[in-house]
C-alpha cells in the first residue's frame, strides 16, 4: 500500500495547497518538496478559491491565526467542499484558548474535512473534552484520545490521525496502528505540520482517505528513525528528515513502515 501510493505520488506530483502558520511554512514547503509532491502557500483572501481550484487537495493548519486567514480559511473550504477536493484539517493548539476554539467551531460548519490529523489533546479538545493544554504541545497520549477520534470520524465523517509513540488512525469501523518514529521528532518545530502537509499529498493522489493517511504518517516516522541514524541533535536532524523524505525508495517505506489494522 505505502510503496504504490509512494510512487503514485512521485509520478504525479500533486500540487497542495496550504493555508498554514508562519513559524513552519518554509519547513513545510520544503518536506512537500523532497516527498515528491508541489507546495503552494497561499492565503490572501483574493485568490484562495482560485488556488483551490488548481490544486489536488487543501491544507488547513490554524497555528497563528489572524481575522483575514480564518476568513481565507473559510472560503477555501468552502470551495473546497464544491469541487470535491480533500480538506486536510490540522487543529494546531486546539483547546489552548477560547478564540482558537471558536474558530476551528466555524471551520466545521463550513465543510467537513476530509483528514483531521494532531496531537492527542488537540483531538481530545476538537472532540469537546476538557483538557488542560501547553500552548500547542500535547498533553495527551494518542492512544488516550482513541475514543475522541472515533466520535470526531463519526460526526464528520473523516479520517482522523493522531500522532504520538504510535499515530492512530481510525474511520469509522477502521483502525490503524503505525509504529514508527523518534523521540527527537518533537524537539523539532513543525514536524507535525509537515505531517498533515503531506497527508495532503497523499489524499491529493489516493481515493481512499484512510489509506492517504496510513501512508503519511508511515513515511514522517520511517524518514525520523532513517534521519536519527544520522543526526542526534535537532538543527542537523531537520535537514536530515528532508534529505530522507527525498532519498527513501517506495520498496525501502514498505519494507521499515511498521503497520496494522484493526
Known amino acids: 500500500m505505502v510503496e504504490t501510493n509512494l510512487e503514485k505520488l512521485r509520478a504525479t506530483a500533486p500540487l497542495v495547497h496550504n493555508i498554514t502558520n508562519f513559524v513552519v511554512m518554509n519547513f513545510t514547503a520544503n518536506a512537500l518538496l523532497a516527498v515528491g509532491a508541489s507546495p ?6 483574493e485568490e484562495v478559491e482560485d488556488m483551490v481550484s488548481i490544486a489536488g487537495a487543501l491544507v488547513v493548519n490554524i497555528g497563528t491565526l489572524s481575522a483575514h486567514w480564518v476568513e481565507a480559511m473559510k472560503l477555501a473550504m468552502k470551495k ?18 477560547p478564540y482558537r476554539n471558536k474558530v476551528l467551531t466555524e471551520l ?3 465543510a467537513p474535512p476530509t483528514i483531521i490529523r494532531g496531537n492527542g489533546s488537540e483531538i481530545l479538545a476538537l472532540a469537546g473534552a476538557s483538557i488542560q493544554t501547553k500552548g500547542v504541545d500535547s498533553t495527551a497520549d494518542s492512544t488516550d484520545s482513541i475514543g475522541a477520534a472515533q466520535a470526531l470520524s463519526a460526526r464528520f465523517g473523516a479520517v482522523v490521525s493522531v500522532s504520538g509513540a504510535v499515530d492512530v488512525i ?7 496502528w503505525v509504529s514508527n518514529g523518534v523521540p527527537l521528532m518533537t524537539k523539532v518545530t513543525g514536524m507535525g505540520c509537515a505531517a498533515s502537509a503531506i497527508a495532503g499529498a497523499f489524499a491529493a493522489i489516493c481515493g481512499d482517505p484512510f489509506e492517504a493517511a496510513v501512508s503519511a504518517a508511515a513515511a514522517m516516522g520511517v524518514c ?26 517506495p520498496a525501502h517505506l514498505g519494507e521499515l513502515s511498521k503497520i496494522k489494522f484493526e
Open 40 to 45: 503552494v502557500m497561499a492565503h490572501a483572501v
Open 170 to 176: 481510525v474511520q469509522g469501523s477502521r483502525t490503524g
Open 108 to 110: 466545521l460548519e463550513i
Open 80 to 97: 473546497a467542499a464544491e469541487l470535491g477536493k480533500p480538506i486536510i484539517l490540522d487543529p494546531v493548539g486546539a483547546g489552548a484558548t
Open 224 to 249: 525520523g528513525e532513517l534521519a536519527y541514524r544520522d543526526a542526534k541533535l535537532p538543527g542537523s536532524f531537520q535537514i536530515a528528515f528532508l534529505d530522507k523524505l527525498a532519498e527513501v525508495s
